[in-house]
């Protein structure tokens, strides 16, 4: 059995993408949220390269939720988890931990300015 390697290019316009690269006959894949599998998935040749395959999953509206969303892309022959891909919507950005390290930061340089600024005020001469 020939070893799956999916590499994610990008997602576009509702669609993940991504290259299936192996096999020399179309793998089959699945890609499950919360236990359904998602329907539309398609697996095409890549013009000119023997053994790389284009997929492409779309991400329907309906399991956009609250939250964060996680996707399993998986290879239905074999059940391994090739890939997986996380959606997260409708949450606030203070939530966000890229934005909790973002205000961490800035509340270290304002401390440092302050620290320094104390250190010239109270500094003495020297005689």
Do not use: Y
């Amino acid at each position: 059995m020939t070893q799956l390697l999916l590499t994610k290019t990008r997602i576009r316009a509702g669609i993940w993408e991504g290259v299936l690269s192996g096999p020399t006959t179309a793998p089959v894949v699945e890609v499950q949220l919360l236990d359904a599998v998602l329907p539309g998935v398609t697996v095409l040749p890549v013009p000119e390269r023997a053994g790389d395959w284009a997929l492409r999953v779309p991400i329907p509206a309906s399991v956009l939720n609250d939250g964060v969303q996680t996707f399993l892309i998986r290879d239905k022959s074999s059940g391994e988890t090739l890939a997986h891909f996380s959606i997260i919507t409708g949450v606030a950005m203070e939530d966000d931990l890229r934005a909790e390290v973002d205000l961490l930061r800035a509340e270290l340089d304002m401390l440092k300015r302050a620290f320094r600024r104390h250190c010239l005020e109270t500094a003495t001469p020297n005689p």
